[in-house]
Nanobody, 125 residues
Framework: QVQLVESGGGLVQAGGSLRLSCAAS????????MGWFRQAPAKEREFVAAISRSSYSTRYADSVKGRFTISRDNAKNTVYLQMNSLKPEDSAVYYCAADSNTYAGSWHISGYDYWGQGTQVTVSS
């Protein structure tokens, strides 16, 4: 079993940056692809980014491509989401998730086995 704890959320002005971290428990972190999702009020949870087990591949939602970067450090059992050029529409609760089923990380919520509790990101205009 994997426990995930996100941190790094907060309030930032439009155009600013934040880096989210997600720390995982256990010694099998490198066997999971990792993903970030977000959920704004009254909206469905949506895919943001995913990274493969060895960091070989990454994928992004079109809405964040070129602005967000996902990375991981398997020695630290941590996955990151660097968010630049933030927009008010990026405001949401951000969740990290672990996928044991695919190498590269699923696009879909149902592909993930474990979830963190989320961290709030608010971008003011």
């Amino acid at each position: 079993q994997v426990q995930l704890v996100e941190s790094g959320g907060g309030l930032v002005q439009a155009g600013g940056s934040l880096r989210l971290s997600c720390a995982a428990s256990g010694r099998t972190f490198s066997t999971y692809a990792m993903g970030w999702f977000r959920q704004a009020p009254a909206k469905e949870r949506e895919f943001v980014a995913a990274i493969s087990r060895s960091s070989y591949s990454t994928r992004y939602a079109d809405s964040v491509k070129g602005r967000f970067t996902i990375s991981r450090d398997n020695a630290k059992n941590t996955v990151y989401l660097q968010m630049n050029s933030l927009k008010p529409e990026d405001s949401a609760v951000y969740y990290c998730a672990a996928d044991s089923n695919t190498y590269a990380g699923s696009w879909h919520i149902s592909g993930y086995d474990y979830w963190g509790q989320g961290t709030q990101v608010t971008v003011s205009s």
